[in-house]
């Protein structure tokens, strides 16, 4: 079994990460989609918020009218094209998010401090979660009965309320749960690039080291990737916008986060 | 095991069902959401479109924006705020649409003959379509699992693609399938109202023939229920709106739809 990690940028190779999944199975796919929330928020007017945090460090703030577009566009509207082009291929597959169950817990934060005019101010913390409990029942359960699963990033917060969750979290979370042989991340660059050249190999503490150094988005992906590869669990992070990615990713391509203290 | 349907009006005191369902599990669960369909296409900007049949009959036509909308609200939206409501009252329950799986393949009309300025046209079919197959493994999966399920009324059309289905015609496709003890459609409305009177008590065939002479909307309802309860399942029609309305509607509310030839 393998857990698969597809960015919303991959989305558009999704034919072809479909064909290679037929030789991948029994797999948990968990997908991205931030660029069609992004779309379809503008598509029903609702104005993307930005805050500032005390340190300066700009970010999206989910509030409840986004956090609707965001069930919709996740749970509905890209989770279940994927599956469709799963079954046009002959794959099995079934399509949930991480509320059903519940599958994925998460924790959200009360409330949080930004930047407004020079002046900080508190406010309640936007509809994002960080996760905190995977519970593998309904996973194994389909899994077992020969389903594949795809899941959407969502998951149920402390107080019931559904709150989106960051796509590679979810997959290193459901990775770590699950102990599956491989976790693959998939995105729009070809693995870990630092000062211009692709690293092929990385130890788990390598990974956690190399993270402090890179740039953003990278940094974060490091630091999970590091923690899955800690326990045992070997993670690739490679493109997912060739032909074959997993087949490509399984045979050396991209960068391979192993357990190994050296390397 | 009890199948129950919830019409999009009923959705307002989907609290009241909820709460009722603690004591009607486990249960299949298929939902409206038309009226938010409408609502979310406004703020997108899909404009309803109206074909008219040869017959005079007007309709609403879904053309693939307006799909696009109904996979949003119904398998995104409406799917898993319900799910959220039955895991804060301590359901176990996994929301899927019939897409997953598959569990409903549908036949969509391929071209359909409508009027437009007072001639005859042919337009290819829009992308609704008329359940030819019920999968019962992932639900049966589900339940034995000891997992609610939660259905959007979404099925996979014959050439893979997504298919919006009416919510009385896949409950009583899943009720025929599942053979569950009763089918309770639950909407706006106290049960079948004839001649200003409340019909307490129907066999099969006198659903179907008063489905002939009974209001648009009802007649379709009777029909499904006749065909149901000639397979030998209980069909209650009953309010969705009342306290306990499952409950009420197992102890003799609404209108009650049996195998009996004679009442």
Known sequence: M????????????????ARDLINHQPFVLIHGGGDF???????MGVEPKIVTSPSGVRSRYTD??????????????????????LLDLGIKAVGISGVDGPTLV?????????????????????????IREVNTSLLNSLLAEGYNVVLAPLARGMEGEMLN??????ASEVAKALRPRYLVLLSDVDGVIYEGQLIKK?????????????GPGMNRKLLMAGRVA???IHVVIASGLVEEPIKRALAGGGTHITALELS
Chains 1, 2 share one sequence.
């Open 230 to 232: 800690e326990q045992q």
């Open 202 to 214: 990385l130890s788990w503490n390598e990974s956690i080291q190399l993270a402090e150094k890179i």
């Open 106 to 130: 998460a924790e959200r934060k009360k409330r949080i401090v930004v930047l407004e005019k020079g002046r900080r101010r508190v406010i309640p913390g936007g509809f994002t979660g960080k």
């Open 165 to 170: 969750v960051d796509g590679d979290q979810a």
């Open 64 to 85: 409840e009218d986004e956090l609707e577009v965001f069930v919709m566009v996740m749970a509905g509207k890209v989770n279940k094209e994927i599956v469709s082009k």
């Open 2 to 17: 393998i857990v698969v990690k597809v960015g919303g940028r991959t989305l558009k190779n999704i034919e072809a990460i």
């Open 37 to 43: 929330v992004t779309q379809y928020s503008k598509k």
